[in-house]
């Protein structure tokens, strides 16, 4: 199952709820625009400290398209209640899961991104929950090492989901913006941890916000 181009079903649904107190007239769940548009500008303005605290340093942090990812979560939230985000930044996306209703949970090895997110997330009264340490599980990280030698993506780190008290397998809906070529390491992540019914949603710059189920992967 895939889909393609929400990006330009999030225009339509932009227009049509330009006021916030107009619900779309689809049967989606829904966020008021001006919660929305807080929340990214508040995550844009993360993501700028961010980026001014780190300067040279190499660091992976580069926001995905928020409002396909939102449109995305929308038409996943009837048939999934659990979501975590691999890498999750300044935390909009969680958040935005949270708000749909999902349990929303998000996995970052920045300590600085999961202090600004559990901050966030706290400021605008969001149950999301932001744990630090790799969304790699332990006994994946030897098998990444030998997959792809030479990503960009780092695997080691805290057992996030030892923190979490959770397991990859207890989540319907996972969402990452893998490096463009670590696409491969990140799909055998899912096939070897994942439920095979759960869905991988995926952002990539040029296709916008991919849905695939785990077994089709
Ligand atoms: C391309 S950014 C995507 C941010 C956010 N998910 C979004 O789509 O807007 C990737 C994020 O993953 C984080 N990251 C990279 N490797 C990680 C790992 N092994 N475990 C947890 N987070 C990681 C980076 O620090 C960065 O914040």
């Not at 901050?119 to 792809?148: H, K, M, N």
Request: charged fraction near 25%; glycine fraction near 6%.
């Amino acid at each position: 199952m895939e889909w393609k181009g929400l990006r330009a079903l999030w225009g339509a649904h932009d227009n049509l709820a330009a006021d916030s107190r107009i619900a779309p007239v689809n049967d989606l769940p829904w966020i008021p625009p001006a919660r929305i548009d807080e929340l990214l500008q508040r995550g844009e303005a993360v993501w700028r400290a961010f980026e001014a605290r780190t300067g040279p340093r190499h660091h992976l942090f580069v926001p995905c398209d928020q409002r396909a990812a939102y449109e995305a979560l929308r038409r996943l939230r009837d048939s999934a209640s659990t979501f975590l985000e691999f890498g999750s930044a300044a935390g909009v996306v969680t958040i935005l899961a949270d708000w749909l209703g999902f349990e929303a949970c998000g996995i970052e090895i920045e300590p600085w991104l999961v202090e600004q997110s559990t901050a966030l997330a706290r400021q605008l009264r969001s149950g999301a929950t932001f744990v630090e340490g790799t969304f790699v599980p332990p006994d994946y990280q030897d098998d990444v090492q030998l997959l792809t030698p030479d990503r960009l993506t780092p695997t080691g780190g805290a057992d996030a989901y030892e923190e979490l008290g959770m397991s990859l397998r207890d989540f319907d809906v996972v969402f990452a913006y893998p490096w463009p070529g670590e696409e491969e390491w990140l799909f055998e992540l899912m096939r070897r941890h994942a439920r095979p019914r759960a869905r991988l949603l995926t952002y990539d710059a040029n296709d916008g916000c991919t849905v695939t189920e785990v077994r089709e992967l």
